[in-house]
T-cell receptor, first 113, second 112 residues
Framework: DVKVTQSSRYLVKRTGEKVFLECVQD?????MFWYRQDPGLGLRLIYF???????EKGDIPEGYSVSREKKERFSLILESASTNQTSMYLC????????????FGNGTRLTVT | GNSVTQMEGPVTLSEEAFLTINCTYT??????LFWYVQYPGEGLQLLLK?????DKGSNKGFEATYRKETTSFHLEKGSVQVSDSAVYFC???????????FGTGTRLQVFP
């Protein structure tokens, strides 16, 4: 089974801090994604990557950046955390085909105070 | 543009009741269609999928049929259990990409 591991389950940070959310997958998937999940808004795509060292903006990239130095690891970076970035963050991976499903991690609940 | 609409929840049912969660989408071309489920405290898991018109996806007693003419992919189960209580997401892929767009999710609560 594919395993997608997010490094932290819960995280509390202060406004203005730089925050790193780490995600690792163990199935050699090409594609990796970062979503945030908020009540009433469903899942919104922040950034995604189809290959090492490449990245593309999703629907809500403002205030975020990403890094993909190795195929298995995709990091989400909040350069200067703000309270409106308090959310559940979900990482996912998939093979290249559009019919391939996403495999999700268990999520990181980030609170910015 | 591409979008997906799910029925709003929560859907509250008694055990063994019939379940339908509606999902309709607008998309260019012929997307693959997915239903995901999120149990409390967990990430999303694939429930079922269909990749072309008239395909029926099924898993754990749930079914959904790819209806191209009505651009719908409604989720059904004949007899729900308490353990089916979760949030369900409908998700078509965007045309010629590996990106999925997600509905807002429908919370299902099943009582004994």
């Amino acid at each position: 089974d594919v395993k997608v591991t997010q490094s932290s389950r819960y995280l509390v940070k202060r406004t203005g801090e730089k925050v790193f959310l780490e995600c690792v997958q163990d199935m050699d998937h090409e594609n990796m994604f970062w979503y945030r999940q908020d009540p009433g808004l469903g899942l919104r795509l922040i950034y995604f990557s189809y290959d090492v060292k490449m990245k593309e903006k999703g629907d809500i990239p403002e205030g975020y950046s990403v890094s993909r130095e190795k195929k298995e690891r995709f990091s989400l970076i909040l350069e200067s955390a703000s309270t409106n970035q308090t959310s559940m963050y979900l990482c996912a991976s998939s093979l290249t085909k559009s019919s391939s499903p996403l495999h999700f991690g268990n999520g990181t609940r980030l609170t910015v105070t | 543009g591409n979008s997906v609409t799910q029925m709003e929840g929560p859907v509250t049912l008694s055990e063994e009741a019939f379940l339908t969660i509606n999902c309709t989408y607008t998309a260019t071309g012929y997307p693959s269609l997915f239903w995901y489920v999120q149990y409390p405290g967990e990430g999303l898991q694939l429930l079922l999928k269909a990749t072309k018109a008239d395909d029926k996806g099924s898993n754990k007693g749930f079914e959904a049929t790819y209806r191209k003419e009505t651009t719908s992919f409604h989720l059904e189960k004949g007899s729900v259990q308490v353990s089916d209580s979760a949030v369900y997401f409908c998700a078509p892929t965007l045309y010629n990409t590996d990106k999925l767009i997600f509905g807002t999710g429908t919370r299902l609560q099943v009582f004994p």
